[in-house]
């Protein structure tokens, strides 16, 4: 069978351009306008409902919703359309190493139930961010907070593309308008109605998106005639390669780029984004908080097995013809759209559930955003210099503030227009250059007691520094086509005109075939590796902190097990004296052979009247 290899770009020649569209039904798109109606509806009457709410409300819900609801609301943040399509569309490309982004994703989320939850309740902090404040500088917590404002508004404005762009692809609806329509949709019901109308929408919309996933997945297995038949293309094309652990660091996809390097980078998502831990703060309880993020991983599991599954029905359906070769689609992120449309023919219904639920993933992760970015700016910039701004004010600003990031991230989805690549790769690619230190700076904090202030921003410039370096390489000098590992596709069943795509040249000697051809993968790790190192060394030649004097409430110990001797969890705090709970307090633990204690910090809930005497807050 004659094949080639896709280079994942498509020109932009006439027949590309005439891709593949068709009206949806009417039911179809009763079903998204009914869905969009429902989020709208949703913020207005959480809007009218709390018309006399103060900001904490705003941003918490009063620190008091159910974690069932939170746990759903994070986990169609984190699997968002931006997941199901790039999965599908990566292991189209790549195969069953795919699967892997499953157990990195419960991997990272375990990194947040065992350390972070318990650190940034205890602390009972607004911004997180303002843990590094505390524990290093207030320098430190500006840096952060921009470079966590800048990731985010990247990373929703894929999200709004992605729903768009698969609109656009199975309808000839234009691709700037349905972009439009989705941003205006999320940032009004998250600016009027707040963290409550995020959440609430959020659990509608997660069962949206599920349901439109099992949909998806069970038409297209009887389309294609059955697993059977899906084993065997995936046999055929290559793509049975989810037992790949080849150690090479510079192959995009693998056990250990997959599952080690994108577990730590999601731990960036998990433990240090705003967007995350306003979910965990807005729990009554630690308890709730730690059952929230239990309560995500399932749905995360389901949507990505599903993403997976869709992925490899794709690879079935079109094993005989790529759709951009004979310009069915422009891009191949728009693969999946469009063999949804195929299937779905003589299915009302269907497609629009579908690409409901497309729709949905990025109304919850664009609203908690955007509900997080105005909570940063006015937490980190505003309220850190003018502290006495009145309780009104800082309401309406906070609103104000939705609104001016929603233009912003739908100008950023309109620059997505005119990029002709996958997004996964790229993003992961900038992500790691802004995100990847911002989460190093946290893990120097939490786990190095020694660190200081210095070794801190040296770190984290060093860090950046060399990230946008590897990282605006690997544009220039793309890597060859076996180290990313890009399986070939059919193009001798196509209909009519056959048009290839241009070739990008590749190298491979000197730094584009080692440093540059890192696995983007990897990019979160290379970074929080650099800060830990840097700053860990800068921090012992320039006057460490003495842990002994450290306040333990800032740090968790790697290590923390009760059936372990009293010796080994002690080796792992550092000489950071023991943080006990005592009917409500925080108490340091005496010295061995003292019975003198002494009060650290009182507990107080985010209303100011919740019993904790029962909230487990220690790592």
Known sequence: MDTTVATMTSSTTAAAAANFQSELGGLDFGILCSMLLVALGIGLFYAWKDRHENVHNYYFGSGALNPITIGLSISLTMASAYTVIGVATQTYFFGLVICWFAVANVISQFIAHAYYIPLIRRLNLISIYEYLEKR???????????????????????????????????????LNTAIMMTACICTVYTAIGGIKAVVWTDTVQAIVMISGQICICLVGIHKVGGINNIYESMERGGRLNFWNFDPDPTHTYSFWTVCIGMAVALSGATCADQSTFTRYLSCKSTYDARKANITAMIPNVVIM??????????????????????????KPDQLLP????????????????????????ALSTVSSGLNALSMLVMEDFIVVRKPNISERSRLFLSK??????????????????????????????????????????????VFVPWANTKGAICGQILATGFGLWVGIGSFVFPKTLEKRGLLPVNWEGCEGNVTFPPVTPTYNTGLPDTLYALSPFHYVLMSVSIVVIVGTVVSLLTKPNNPADMDPKMFCPIINLGFLPDQINSFFRFGVPQLVEDLGEYKVAPPEGSDVSYTMASITS??????????????
């Not at 996964?424 to 790691?432: D, H, L």
């Not at 209303?607 to 005497?613: V, Y």
């Open 338 to 361: 469009l063999m949804a449309l195929k299937i779905c023919t003589g299915l009302p219904g269907f497609t629009g559930w579908f690409i409901s639920g497309l729709f949905s993933g």
């Open 606 to 619: 985010l209303t100011g009247s919740r019993d904790n005497r029962h909230d487990d807050n220690s790592c």
């Open 305 to 330: 097995a599903s993403a997976v599954l869709t992925g490899c029905i794709v690879v079935t359906y079109f094993e005989d013809c790529y759709p951009v070769f004979d310009g069915q689609i422009q």
């Open 400 to 445: 104000c503030l939705v609104f001016v990031f929603g233009t912003v991230i739908l100008a950023f989805a309109f620059i997505l227009t005119l990029t002709e690549t996958t997004f996964i790769e790229t993003f992961m690619t900038i992500s790691g250059t802004i995100a990847g230190p911002v989460l190093g700076l946290f893990t120097l904090g």
């Open 136 to 174: 290093f500088h207030s320098s430190v917590r500006s840096i952060a907070s921009s470079l966590a404002i800048l990731n985010m508004i990247m990373f929703m404005g894929i999200n709004v593309y992605v729903p768009a762009m698969a609109l656009n692809a199975v309808t000839t609806l234009g």
